[in-house]
């Protein structure tokens, strides 16, 4: 049996140039892991709880030297001497630790970088591939493959400049097309966007996840953009590549309605079903995100009910990757799909376990990356292990969202040799 010797965090910066936990771990075979939390910027309300020290005088209130503390003084001690391949007995530990319900003694984000840890670890002490060893631990009944790209290749909400209300505007490759087919159809589309905004003397500035960031006079303009964009690169929207939305609707809704630049009028729940059925209509729409916003149950389950198989409909903010809130969601028949984000919950064996329960109820299935994100690649192994339909990882642009890509570009490979 392999041992934990010692486990110490540090403070490094994400892609928004916030500060976040780092953790490594070492074995008693000599080998250290890495591993870093990713940050959201729209973070539900139902999310694990990040812990930040809030003292404005070091880095605007955003250090974690807490989530630090919590680390080196808590956790350390407990997992000292344990063994890695126990992944669900350290979690469990863990959350024993904090005893909390949402993690804010001890920081989800200084726990969940520990559990990626403790996963690396794993598959280090297993002569596995990441990918390999999530697969076992989360009884992966399938054959490995890499999932479907979603590039959000224009940003708005929370990510943008503040001009789209919807939060991401993505092309997402045919679903039965290898990995670096979808990459380069992808990645074309998004060389082709910058040279329509050129043209149109919009601006090519980028956002969080990398994708532009021009000032248009509606959500839906930004959707004629990436048709262009699709046209001029040769792809027929609708059969080589889809429309998928994340509309982060918390964003958007005021008392109890909705505000969209797109209409003048205030939307009711009725009002922006009936602007997602255009939409899907006329801009071949794949997946909505988060439609409404995360309590607005009775919405969500009324645009199922409309939509029936004409579109996905996500759960992100709303389910929260929390095993409590996806049976919610699957009681009240509100989506037919899901984001699995680990750090919303706060361990690897909790979004596992998430997994499970969506793939039990035929949900599909979309392991996503934060907003705020560093160039550890975990979260594209963890996709793969699981067996994820989609992968969300922002546009093909910036270097913490190419290094996921390219992450897939090499488990392709490897994949392609085993089969061979
Ligand atoms: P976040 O956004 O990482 O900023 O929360 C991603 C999303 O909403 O899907
Ligand atoms: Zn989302």
């Known amino acids: 049996m392999s041992t934990i010797t ?16 780092e953790v490594h771990l070492a074995l008693d075979n000599g080998m250290v892991v890495t591993a870093p939390a990713p940050s959201g910027a729209s973070i539900g309300k139902h999310e694990a709880e990040e812990k930040r020290d809030h003292q404005m005088a070091s880095y605007m209130g955003l250090s974690v030297q807490q989530a630090i503390a919590s680390v080196n003084q808590i956790l350390a001690p407990a997992l000292v001497g344990k063994d890695p391949l126990a992944q669900g007995e350290l979690d469990q530990l863990m959350i024993g630790l904090d005893a909390t319900p949402n993690k804010s003694k001890l920081g989800a984000n200084a726990i969940i970088a520990t559990s990626i840890a403790i996963a690396k670890a794993g598959a280090t002490v297993s002569n596995l591939p990441i990918y390999q060893y999530i697969a076992k631990l989360s009884n992966n009944p399938k054959p490995l ?19 789209l209300d919807i939060q991401e505007f993505m092309i997402v490759p045919a679903h039965r097309l290898a ?9 074309e589309v998004y060389l082709n966007l910058k040279e329509v905004l050129v043209k149109k003397a919009l601006l090519t500035s980028v956002g969080d996840e990398g994708g532009f960031t021009p000032t248009l006079f509606t959500n839906a303009s930004a959707l004629d953009l990436i048709f262009e964009a699709a046209k001029a690169a040769g792809y027929n929207m609708g059969q080589d590549a889809f429309i998928a ?7 958007l809704k005021h008392g109890d309605k909705y505000f969209l630049k797109d209409s003048s009028e205030t939307y009711s729940a ?28 009775a919405a969500w389950h009324e645009l199922k009910a409309t939509i029936g198989s004409g579109a996905l409909i996500v759960g992100d903010d709303l389910t929260v990757t929390n095993p409590q809130r996806v049976q919610q969601a699957i009681a009240e028949d509100a989506i037919s799909a899901l984001i699995v984000k ?10 596992l376990q998430v997994v ?22 975990f979260i594209a192994d963890f996709a793969v292990g699981v067996g994820a339909d989609y992968f969300k990882g922002g546009a093909p642009a910036r270097g913490e969202r190419v290094a996921k ?7 392709e490979a490897q994949l392609a040799t085993k089969t061979a």
């Open 245 to 251: 939305l994340d509309v982060a609707a918390d964003q």
């Open 6 to 21: 010692q486990v110490a965090a540090h403070q490094i910066l994400d892609s928004r140039g916030s500060p976040t936990v």
């Open 145 to 163: 493959l890499c999932p479907t790209p979603m590039f959000n290749i224009i940003n708005g909400g929370l990510h943008g400049t503040g001009n």
């Open 179 to 187: 990995y670096s087919q979808a990459l380069e159809i992808g990645d």
């Open 342 to 351: 680990p750090n919303q919950i706060g361990t690897i064996s909790e979004a």
């Open 356 to 377: 499970d329960i969506a793939r039990q109820a035929g949900l599909t299935i979309i392991v996503s990356h934060r907003s705020g994100e560093t160039e550890d690649t």
């Open 405 to 411: 890509y390219n992450r897939f570009i090499e488990i």
């Open 270 to 297: 009725q009002a922006l079903i009936n602007f997602y059925q255009n939409l899907i209509a006329k801009y071949q729409v794949l997946s909505i995100e988060d439609p409404f916003a995360e309590d607005d149950w």
